[in-house]
């Protein structure tokens, strides 16, 4: 598996470079913010929430332009971002983790390879599952009652961002019938609200600003949230869901224990991966060191302003950033899954999707 190191290696390198050895305007006038998601999910909305924010704290505050590029859950615009991207700073990415699931299953269509990036921005995030209210229930204590019903869940793909969704989803004992090929989440989102879905997930982003609407009018009852991962590496409720129970609570109030075992361990694996990284701003790794080093200097600056942090709090969730080194630190070892894992996800998406590593 990747190890990630020369970037580690590379941002150091940048990091270590003073304020005064940057060129004014090392960056250049436009950036496209190549988002391989459709508009509305929410990688798209965390984008347009950041972008503006990212250009007035580089010098000379840059136009920065969202491209979608949406197409195989990411993987086709990502693919295009690798063979394409100019190497001058006028080319970031957003990922999610529908981009970093297909990569660590070693998914045959994965063209790009994150050892040539670096990594500048990374916004954890949480999520919530939700589903129509004519399913007989009134809120999450409720649950069980959907065990004896089929759920329909407009999804990405097998491996996209609903990989621990879908994980946690049987592990409870649910009757999910997912319809693959969305677009985006955003797109699954829409199908919830035609009525041709009857469960969704979201991220925080997503939700907070497309289905907490749909909630407060009636139209949708939140099931559980994927919650967070405290120091001690427990999962707690979210505090952007503070009323909201984790899949933890909610096992425990189906089958009346924690839920253990290989597949709990392989969904708080990729739980990990896809939530704790779960948005990513990278840049080729070969830009000059000026540049990724005002880029660097940019984003911690904005990740420390008062006023970012508020409006990301109530845009995207209360979660702590990270930046530059610090993600191409632990990004390498998060994506790394044991034999033993991926030989259960491998049988496992074959005996339930018919889906081929």
């Not at 990594?119 to 995030?125: D, G």
């Not at 632990?330 to 998406?349: H, N, Q, R, T």
């Amino acid at each position: 598996m990747k190890k990630l190191k020369h970037i580690a290696m590379g941002v150091v390198a940048a990091l270590s470079i003073t304020t005064a050895v940057a060129a004014d305007n090392a960056v250049p006038d436009t950036i496209d913010f190549t988002i391989p998601f459709g508009v509305g999910g929410g990688t798209d909305v965390w984008a347009r929430f950041i972008a503006p924010n990212l250009s007035n704290f580089i010098e000379g505050n840059p136009t920065v332009v969202i491209k979608n590029q949406p197409g195989g859950g990411s993987i086709t615009g990502t693919n295009l971002f690798f063979s394409r991207a100019e190497s001058d700073g006028s080319d970031i990415i957003g990922t999610s983790a529908s981009t970093l699931f297909p990569y660590m299953l070693g998914d045959k269509r994965v063209r790009f390879n994150l050892d040539n990036w670096a990594p500048i921005l990374a916004s954890p995030t949480g999520g919530v599952v939700y589903v129509q209210p004519d399913l007989g229930i009134s809120d999450s204590g409720d649950i069980a009652k959907l065990m004896n019903q089929e759920l329909k869940f407009a999804s990405q793909g097998p491996t996209q961002l609903e990989l621990p969704i879908l994980i946690a989803l049987d592990l409870i004992g649910a009757d999910v019938k997912p319809v693959f090929g969305m677009k985006s989440r955003g797109a699954g989102r829409l199908a919830f609200e035609r009525g041709e879905a009857t469960i969704d997930f979201q991220t925080s982003s997503a939700y907070m600003n497309s289905v907490q609407g749909l909630v407060d009018n009636g139209k949708a009852i939140p099931m559980f949230s994927v919650g967070v991962m405290n120091k001690e590496g427990n999962i707690v409720r979210d505090p952007a869901f503070p009323d909201i129970p984790t899949f933890e609570e909610a096992y425990e109030s189906v089958h009346g224990k924690q839920p253990s075992g290989m597949q709990y361990d392989v969904y708080r694996k990729f739980l990990a991966a896809g939530f704790a990284f779960q948005k990513v701003i990278f840049v080729p790794a070969d830009v000059p060191s000026e540049v990724l080093a005002e880029y660097n200097q940019a984003v911690r600056k904005m990740v420390a302003d008062p006023k970012f942090k508020q409006e990301a709090a109530e845009q995207v969730g209360p979660y702590e950033n990270a930046v530059g080194v610090d993600i191409a630190m632990y990004l390498g070892e998060a994506v790394k899954i044991s034999p033993e894992m991926y030989s259960w996800i491998k049988d496992w998406l074959k005996s339930e999707f018919n889906y081929s590593l």
